[in-house]
């Protein structure tokens, strides 16, 4: 592994710490992006690569130890998974979130739509890692998206006599 992983603090206690011997020796696997990174693995897919010694694409394996890293682990592609996923629910609701605050709603409900989606979106993306039971997932991404359906709503409310 290249760097340094003093920052990381989800070790188990029989290492010392700053010691990483293997992805067993994080207690929370695949969210080391959360709790520090090693140096020159700034990426999701590149953390992921520097703990689990998978990279998908051989110019990353070689840069990083050799060919023999170049294969795929289902923790990487678990990982890569929750992050495309967050990527494709955060942006929409970045946009609506900037139209809906143009409305100049009510601070209090504004927060209470945005505190919905963030918690919403963690709890989803923990049960993805994690690999909670099946209706956590499904109930966290539901849950995230009602704020998502009532700004939307409340836009096509404020636009539409405008038509």
Not at 126 to 137: H, S, W
Not at 141 to 152: D, H, K, R, T
Request: hydrophobic content about 40%.
């Amino acid at each position: 592994m290249h760097g340094s992983a003093e920052t990381f603090v989800f070790m188990k206690s029989g290492n010392k710490f700053g010691q990483v011997k293997s992805p067993q020796d994080f207690k929370i696997r695949g969210k080391a992006s959360t709790c520090g990174v090693p140096e020159g693995c700034e990426q999701v897919g590149t953390v992921s690569g520097c703990l689990f010694q998978a990279f998908a694409n051989p110019e990353d394996a070689l840069r990083n130890g050799g060919l023999q890293f170049y294969r795929q682990d289902p923790d990487v592609e678990r990982c890569r998974r929750a992050h495309r996923n967050d990527m494709e629910n955060i942006f929409p609701f970045l946009f609506l979130g900037a139209i809906y605050s143009l409305l100049d709603p009510s601070p209090t409900v504004a927060r209470i739509h945005f505190l919905i989606f963030c918690v919403g979106r963690i709890v989803h993306t923990i049960a993805y890692l994690l690999q909670l039971r099946a209706p956590t997932r499904s109930v966290a991404y539901g849950v995230a998206q009602l704020p998502c359906f009532s700004m939307a709503l409340q836009i096509l409310l404020a636009t539409t006599p405008h038509w």
